[in-house]
C-alpha cells in the first residue's frame, strides 16, 4: 500500500455533479477503494495560485490510482498526477495545511 500526495486540476463545470455524487453515497459505497477515495476528494484543498486540487489518497494498485481514475477521476478532474508517496496517513494533509477547502 502507498499513501500518496495527489494533484488535479477540478473540471469547475462538473463540481455540482462531483458533489452530489458524494452526498449521494456512491462513491464511498465503491470497492476496494469507495472510502479512501471519497474522504479523499471531500477534504481537498485547492491551491489559489495554480488551480489545483491536492488531497491524501491511500492506493493498492499499479499504476497509481488506475481503478479510481476509471471510475471517477478521470471524470471529474484533469491532469492528474501523483507527487510522492508519503510514506504513512496524515503526511501529505500536514503538507497542505492551510489550503482552502475545495
Partial sequence: MA???VKAKPRTEKLVELRKLLDSGK???MRPF?????H???NAKINTEDKFAYWEEEDYCYPPLAQER????DEY???LSVIEDVK???RAW???EGFPSI
Avoid: H, M, P
Fill in 70 to 73: 476509471a471510475a471517477v477521476l
Fill in 27 to 29: 462513491i464511498a459505497s
Fill in 3 to 5: 499513501i500518496w500526495l
Fill in 88 to 90: 504513512e496517513k496524515g
Fill in 34 to 38: 469507495g472510502f479512501a477515495l471519497d
Fill in 94 to 96: 500536514e503538507k497542505l
Fill in 77 to 79: 478532474f484533469t491532469a
Fill in 40 to 42: 479523499g476528494i471531500r
